[in-house]
């Protein structure tokens, strides 16, 4: 059974001015992606600048914001690390505050060979019930998982269950899809290919942009799973201004400068990620009229 099937939010973790976490805000957006038609909150993952959050803060974040979500939708864990170890235990409390599926990015930095990446999820999936979708992002993490690996590990592991697919490379996706033989749920981790990918047998992206449009994004993948491939196309190309802009600068620089810009009050960035320059903050706020949302 899948974790989700259509838009889940890449969600971003709103701050306060101090930079320490707003519960109080976390909860209000929440409450705005549920009632906007989003199928699952990910949560402290890339967009919701994760990797500059404390153990200790990872850890509170599930642990208040998974029973807030109450079961409406269900909640995917970012727990992901270049440490397996830490990985492990990052998605432990997970599993401990009530997620019901992790996400787990391929190390980086560490640049990992296919055997390496085999046994870091051997070695996660080992210490956990969740499902887990791998994350594949090598403009991110200078680290590719192949295919054959995907496949390996799906095949080997009973809850490494998905993947979220962001190389932007459709040819090695259906490759991936092909090995898998039915066993692998792919999820788009690219919003301007959330079609593409459907269209070789994803159920679902993980997406920027629902920050912004919920709607619009569920709107386009269900109508896809649904049949009409017509209005998904329609919808996805409807889409890519607002994408373009939202990958102006490195994510989740724009997409929380776009909310401020919308009165969503959710604070700034942790260094090392600050504000956009004025050239692209002004390209964002273009984009949000353009759309009819400022």
Known sequence: MSIFKGAGVAIITPMKENGDVNYEKFEEIIDEQIDGGTDAIVIVGTTGEGSTLSLEEHAEVLKKMIPYVNHRIPVVAGTGSNDTKAAIQLTQEAEEYGADGALIVTPYYNKASQEGLFRHYSAIADETKLPIIMYNVPGRTGTNIQPETVARLVKAKKNIVGLKEATGNLAQASKTM???DGDLELYSGEDGLVVPLLSIG??????VVSNILPQEVHEMVLSYLNGDTEKAMLIQRKLLPMVDALFCDVNP???KNAMNMLGKE??????PLCDMD???TNLMRQTLKDYGLL
């Open 278 to 280: 004025e050239a692209h």
């Open 202 to 207: 994803a159920i679902g992206v993980i997406s």
């Open 266 to 271: 959710v604070g700034p960035l942790r260094l």
């Open 253 to 255: 620089i724009p997409v």
């Open 178 to 180: 092909y090995y898998c």
